[in-house]
């Protein structure tokens, strides 16, 4: 028995921006202002904290799709997982700093195409193509983020699981019901 075709496609890229760790991440978390350097993202809604629906494309073609971020450490790393089902992916972002002062930018894109989507991106020829995206729209945030030198806003909060963690828990709830009171 032969056996099965795997049609997942691995990308990874990585780019050295000069900007210290924290300016990259923080630019990065941004994700309603990729529209201003990216050549294929138009738009990025922010649905729920852990949830945004991106809009990307070429001329003009459009794709729609959301994406949960599911682990998220400040200056350190971010993860996501596509809601949508054609194609799926997973992926995540690491900040590294650099001897130079700098910071490693890494992409790294898991891509398990269906339907459609499949005969696109199911060769290695379509995980190239993927790849040579990626490795542009990172050179296109590494102008970016030199070119201004500083983030344009920030969210430092951490995400475990898919949920926000709280730097300060809310007290348990009491389970006794409120009598009024006077």
């Given at each position: 028995?032969?056996?099965a075709h795997?049609?997942?496609q691995?990308?990874e890229e990585?780019?050295e ?7 990259a ?5 941004q ?21 945004t629906v ?26 996501w997982?596509g809601?949508?089902q054609h194609p ?7 900040f ?16 398990e195409?269906r ?6 991106l199911?060769?290695?020829k ?17 102008d ?5 030198g500083?983030?344009?806003g920030?969210?430092r909060g ?6 926000v ?18």
């Open positions: 028995m032969a056996p795997d049609s997942r691995h990308v990585t780019v921006v000069a900007v210290p760790v924290r300016t991440y923080n630019q990065w978390t994700f309603k202002t990729f529209s201003r350097f990216s050549t294929v993202v138009h738009a990025v809604e922010q649905v729920r904290p852990t949830v991106w809009t990307l494309g070429y001329g003009p073609m459009r794709h729609r799709f959301a994406v949960e971020i599911v682990e998220q450490d400040p200056d350190t790393c971010l993860i997982r809601l949508d799926s992916h997973q992926g995540e972002v690491q590294r700093p650099t001897r130079s002062g700098g910071t490693a930018v890494t992409v790294r894109i898991r891509l195409p339907g459609v989507a499949k005969l696109l199911g060769s290695s379509g995980a190239q193509v993927v790849a040579r995206a990626v490795r542009r729209e990172l050179l296109s945030f590494k970016y983020i030199e070119g201004v500083q983030e344009g920030a969210w951490t995400i475990r699981n898919g949920r963690q709280h730097d300060h828990p809310e007290p348990p709830r009491s389970r006794v019901a409120r009598w009024p009171v006077g």
